[in-house]
């Protein structure tokens, strides 16, 4: 009995292999990628600060996930302005318009990558 619970907790543990949901997966997000671009473009402030928040706050999920050891490494600079993350996405979503349907979190790592990749 011990051995199965061994078994078990070490399943638990071990975080699946992430993958980015698709259409009809049943992984719910609450943006996509033509959601938050429709906001950045919006030139109301409640959109725009919309806009800008979700991506800052999904590079400080991504950041703090590396600090504690579950996310990948990045080679982003350790500072850069809100503006600035904004301007990178926005970009990327304009030049990607077929990628628009993805989970809008994974584009603005995709993005961010993109412009900053690391060296190998």
């Known amino acids: 009995m011990r051995a199965l619970m061994i078994a078990v907790a070490a399943l638990v543990a071990t975080p699946a292999p992430a993958a980015p949901p698709t259409a009809g997966s049943g992984a719910f997000m609450f943006e996509s990628g033509t959601s938050l671009l429709a906001k950045c473009r919006n030139k109301a402030p409640e959109y725009s600060l919309a806009c800008t928040?979700?991506?800052v706050g999904v590079v400080d999920g991504i950041r703090k996930d590396m600090f504690i050891?579950?996310?990948r490494p990045v080679c982003w600079p350790d500072h850069m302005s809100a503006d600035q993350v904004r301007t990178i996405v926005v970009a990327y979503l304009e030049k990607w318009p077929d990628q628009r349907h993805g989970a809008a979190s994974v584009l603005v790592?995709?993005?961010?990558?993109?412009?900053?990749p690391c060296e190998k």
């Open 53 to 55: 928040a979700y991506i």
């Open 109 to 116: 790592s995709v993005a961010l990558n993109g412009r900053y």
């Open 69 to 71: 050891g579950r996310g």
